[in-house]
């Protein structure tokens, strides 16, 4: 690894709800560097929940996120000529990193509708644990159990 560690850039909250998670939530979901159409996305992706389940669409998310974190993953380790995938415990800014990447993976593989109606259909999902995000999650779960054996390659 050559020069130095870049530094962690604090990240500004929100406008609407003053949450630097949210705004995470909005970084990842932009894309060609469009901040307001994002913004739009995950405000209206919020409505959307607030309608649809008559709850909080806040605590919906927070839920939703807590269930997909994942608490285990894989990482593959080369020993001795073979690829072992040993398990590892996922740490607190990878665990979030992780949840928005497989909601919104999960979000943008549903066709048909529009972006914020996937997205708040995602999250309703994962925050009731079901949906793909789920399922991705279980998925990688369920891998780090099957290779508990090779645990002290870690």
Known sequence: MRGKKA???DITPDPKFQRADIAKLINYVMSDGKKTT???VVYDAFEYISKKTKLDPLEVY???IRNVSPSLEVKGKRIGGANYQVPIVVTGERKTTLAYRWILEAARGKKGAAM???LG???IAASNSDGAAMKKREDVQRM???NKAF???A
Do not use: M, V, Y
């Open 116 to 118: 914020f109606k996937r």
């Open 121 to 123: 259909d995602e999250l």
């Open 151 to 153: 645990a002290h390659f």
């Open 38 to 40: 994002a913004q739009r």
């Open 62 to 64: 927070d839920n939703a």
């Open 144 to 146: 780090a159990e099957s």
């Open 7 to 9: 530094p962690k850039r």
